[in-house]
C-alpha cells in the first residue's frame, strides 16, 4: 500500500505538467501556427466576389464605350459618304457646263454683229465647232462615225437595208452620228448598211 504523501505528491506534480495531447489536438495546433503565420487580411492568391464583380463591370463599361464610339464614327463615315455622293450627283457635270461656257460666248458673240459676211460667219463656226470639240474631249465624249465598218448593234441602230456593192451588214450611210460617253453609248448612230443584191 503507497503512503498516503506520496499520493498527494504525485497529484500535485501531474496538475503543474503539461496536459495530455489528444489524437486530434495536433491538427487544431497546425491551424493555429497557419493563422498566426499569414498575412494579414487573409488569403492573397484568390480575389473576392466584391472584387471580381466591381472589375466586370469596369470591363463592360470599357467596352460599351468604346462599342458607342465605334457607332459614332460608322455613322459619321455614312454621313459623310451620303453627303460626297449627293455632291458628286448635284456638280457631277461642273466640269463640262464650265467647258461649254466659251462655246455659249462664241455663238452670242456671232450674233451680235449685225452685218456680217457668210465667208467670216463661216469662220465664226468653226471655231465654235472647235471649242465644242475640246470640250467633248475633255468630258470624254467621243463621236461614233461607223461609215465603211460592220454594223454593231451595241453601237448603231440600222434604220434601213439597202443594196450595196459594200459587204452585207457594212454600214453604207450614217445619218446621224452617235456618242460614247467613257465608252458608254449615250446615243447610237443612225445608220443604213448593205445588204446581198439579189440575182
Known amino acids: 500500500m503507497q503512503d498516503p504523501n506520496?499520493?498527494?505528491?504525485?497529484?500535485?506534480?501531474?496538475?503543474?505538467a503539461a496536459p495530455e495531447q489528444l489524437p486530434g489536438d495536433a491538427g487544431l495546433e497546425a491551424c493555429a501556427a497557419a493563422v498566426d503565420t499569414a498575412p494579414?487580411?487573409?488569403i492573397d492568391s484568390m480575389p473576392s466576389?466584391?472584387?471580381a464583380l466591381r472589375q466586370a463591370e469596369l470591363k463592360a463599361v470599357e467596352h460599351h464605350d468604346a462599342w458607342l464610339r465605334a457607332k459614332a464614327e460608322t455613322e459619321n463615315v455614312r454621313r459623310r459618304a451620303q453627303e460626297d455622293i449627293a455632291k458628286a450627283s448635284k456638280f457631277a457635270?461642273?466640269?463640262?457646263?464650265?467647258?461649254?461656257?466659251?462655246v455659249k460666248d462664241s455663238l452670242e458673240a456671232a450674233l451680235a454683229v449685225e452685218k456680217q459676211t457668210a465667208e467670216k460667219l463661216r469662220e465664226g463656226v468653226e471655231l465654235t465647232l472647235k471649242q465644242l470639240v475640246s470640250a467633248f474631249e475633255g468630258a470624254h465624249?467621243?463621236?461614233e462615225n461607223p461609215l465603211g465598218q460592220k454594223f454593231d448593234p451595241n453601237k448603231h441602230q440600222a434604220i434601213s437595208a439597202i443594196e450595196a456593192d459594200a459587204e452585207p451588214n457594212t454600214v453604207v450611210n450614217v445619218l446621224q452620228k452617235g456618242y460614247l460617253l467613257n465608252e458608254r453609248v449615250i446615243r447610237p448612230a443612225l445608220v443604213m448598211v448593205a445588204k446581198a443584191k439579189e440575182q
Open 40 to 42: 494579414e487580411g487573409g
Open 141 to 143: 465624249l467621243a463621236e
Open 93 to 102: 457635270a461642273e466640269k463640262f457646263a464650265a467647258a461649254m461656257l466659251p
Open 49 to 51: 466576389l466584391e472584387e
Open 6 to 16: 506520496q499520493l498527494s505528491q504525485n497529484a500535485a506534480q501531474n496538475e503543474t
